[in-house]
């Protein structure tokens, strides 16, 4: 295993210099390597690791714990599972029990006490909203409900209404007490959303319970963000594939990764049709608007809520700026614990290029350009 990884390195080198795809023509090129999945074998992993599945913010959880004996990882498997449900029930906003539900019912009214999670959740979506220069912003309640995104709508927002759903956002406007435990969204129809960091809070908090439960390894797979710990199946290193972003049966990275979590964002993961046209799920807190012009951001670090965070950030932040994608960049290289992998959107017929960030580098064993076909994808 050790000579293959040798071999592949070299070709990852030369990925990296541009030369991902076989020769200079724009194409699909071979398909990467497919390593062996923990989720259909946990073995590969430990002999008594045990693995799950379940649903939990309304996507799929995929788990395999690890411990001492199989009971231990079963009873891991089960802490993971109910710590994902209890977040579910504080910060979905059309959960009767949310706290998230019960702060935008009282904005502009007083402020509402909530648990050490909410709190954390939006401290969290608070600080790194501060950090991508409000890329990413846990204020957009109003605009995701204009554009669709969790309730259907006809036609696509006018200009006023989204300058009047813009006056309403502002990360910087909602008060959080830490001694009184109170958070206050200071004006009438403020919306908090933190869906778009609640998958990566939860894996942190699975990880947590899972750890507490005597898993001396394992790995979550939330709906395609990722968290592992402990040693991995690979020489202690994980072996992860990232999807191609116009072809769900491909791969156009494979990884061998420290612990550590990682989140994509991609416009064709998730969208909505409004009048036949299609919009992709990412909106520009500043703007209004649904962001163009990128196939996917991906973010390696640490904790699963800033990698959740972030992948949605750089997508915002985009590749305006050409296709080095040099201002996304330059906001993950600026904090050691970060890496990126980030994929402008090529012209149709052309393969995408690829930014991989520092700290990501020694890790990437293969890397292919992904190619946007001249007819995209339903």
């Excluded at 309304?58 to 802490?79: G, H, I, T």
């Excluded at 029990?97 to 935008?104: F, V």
């Excluded at 709508?153 to 006018?158: D, L």
Aim: proline letters at 8%; hydrophobic letters at 45%; one cysteine or more.
């Amino acid at each position: 295993m050790r000579r293959l990884r040798s071999t592949l390195t070299v070709i990852a080198f030369a990925a990296l210099a541009g030369c991902a795809t076989a020769g200079s023509t724009p194409g699909l090129g071979e398909r990467l390597p497919e390593p062996r999945s923990v989720f259909e074998d946990p073995h590969i992993l430990s002999d008594q690791a045990v693995f799950g599945r379940h649903v939990a913010l309304s996507a799929e959880v995929r788990v395999v714990a690890a411990a001492e004996s199989e009971e231990a990882s079963e009873r891991a498997l089960a802490a993971a599972f109910a710590a994902a449900d209890s977040l579910a029930k504080l910060v979905v906003p059309n959960v009767e029990t949310s706290e998230i539900r019960a702060i935008n019912e009282a904005a502009g009214k007083s402020p509402v006490r909530v648990s050490p999670w909410t709190e954390r959740i939006v401290l969290a979506t608070i600080r790194w909203a501060d950090r991508t220069g409000g890329a990413f912003d846990p204020t957009i309640g109003p605009l995701a409900e204009l554009w669709g995104f969790g309730v259907e709508v006809s036609r696509a927002p006018t200009d006023a209404e989204i300058r009047q759903a813009l006056a309403r956002i502002g990360y910087s406007k909602v008060e959080v007490d830490p001694e009184a435990h109170t958070i206050f969204l200071p004006a009438e129809g403020m919306r908090l959303d933190v869906r778009g960091a609640a998958k990566g809070f939860a894996l942190d908090r699975m990880k947590e319970a899972m750890l507490e439960a005597g898993a001396t390894s394992g790995i979550i797979d939330f709906a395609g963000e990722m968290l592992f710990f402990g040693p991995g199946p690979e020489d202690g290193l994980w072996p992860i594939v990232l999807t191609d972003p116009y072809d769900p049966s491909r791969n156009f990275a494979y990884l061998l990764l420290p612990p550590g979590s990682l989140a994509t964002s991609s416009f064709y993961d998730r969208s909505v049709e409004i009048a036949g046209r299609r919009y992709g799920h990412v909106i520009d807190p500043r703007t209004g608007q649904p962001i163009a012009g990128m196939a996917s951001a991906t973010v390696y670090t640490n904790e699963g809520v800033v990698a959740d965070i972030l992948a949605t950030g750089l997508f915002v932040v985009s590749c305006k700026d050409g296709p080095r994608c040099t201002e996304a960049a330059t906001i993950v290289e600026r904090y050691p614990e970060l890496s990126a992998i980030i994929v402008p959107e090529p012209p149709p017929g052309d393969n995408a290029q690829v930014t991989v960030t520092t700290g990501l580098r020694p890790h990437v064993i293969r890397l292919q350009r992904p190619f946007r076909p001249t007819a995209e994808p339903d």
